[in-house]
């Protein structure tokens, strides 16, 4: 992808519009009462939900740390466990839909390639940045065992780090959503094969 690709994941503000005709059928505020909603999409709404929720979390535990109200170690013992779990369900969730949901989605209506092939960009964009990120992570933590103003400077780091990741991950989950559950309320789980 160039760097000057619009819909590079840091770019883009949404779908381009060929790809989310089925939202125009099925626009967000109906989902929730679709019969199709049941089962693998609602499922997908809240993993969803669970990584913004987390991802929120992190972020909240970063600030409240950098602003003085946790010290170095309570935060560490927090923040530690939870970014571990977020980095490695993140990684499965991605594993899944790229070897797994997008090929069938793909084959099951093919105007939507292009659109599973974006998303699936996306995934190693976000791959990178997850490395990126717990590198700066793992440098963080080492530094609180060292003076203020490293740990400061590597706070300041991992949180423009974290901040990215974030940020990337929710136009992602957003973008993912309009394409993979119009199809799903508009066949029916079943019915993609
Ligand atoms: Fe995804
Ligand atoms: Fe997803």
Do not use: C
Not at 54 to 80: C, H, M, P, Q, W
Request: glycine share 8%.
């Amino acid at each position: 992808m160039s760097d000057n690709d619009p819909l590079d994941l840091e770019r883009r503000t949404g779908l381009p519009a060929d790809l989310l005709r089925l939202l125009e059928t099925y626009p967000r505020e109906s989902w929730a009462g679709h019969d199709n909603i049941r089962g693998l999409a609602s499922m997908w709404l809240q993993r969803h939900d669970m990584f913004r929720e987390l991802g929120g979390v992190l972020t909240e535990a970063i600030s409240n740390y950098r602003e003085g109200r946790k010290d170095a170690r309570a935060f560490a013992g927090f923040f530690a466990p939870r970014l571990e779990f977020f980095l490695g369900q993140l990684n499965g969730h991605h594993q899944v839909e790229d070897m797994h949901y997008f090929p069938v989605f793909a084959r099951a209506e093919s105007r939507l390639k292009r659109g599973f092939d974006i998303l699936d960009r996306d995934h190693h964009l976000i791959h990178e940045a997850l490395e990126m990120n717990a590198e700066a992570a793992n440098a963080f933590l080492r530094s609180l065992g060292e003076d203020e103003d490293r740990q400061r400077f590597a706070a300041d780091a991992y949180a423009g780090q974290n901040e990215r990741l974030v940020a990337m991950l929710a136009r992602h989950l957003h973008d993912e959503e309009d394409l993979v559950v119009p199809l799903i309320l508009d066949r029916g789980e079943y019915g993609l094969g």
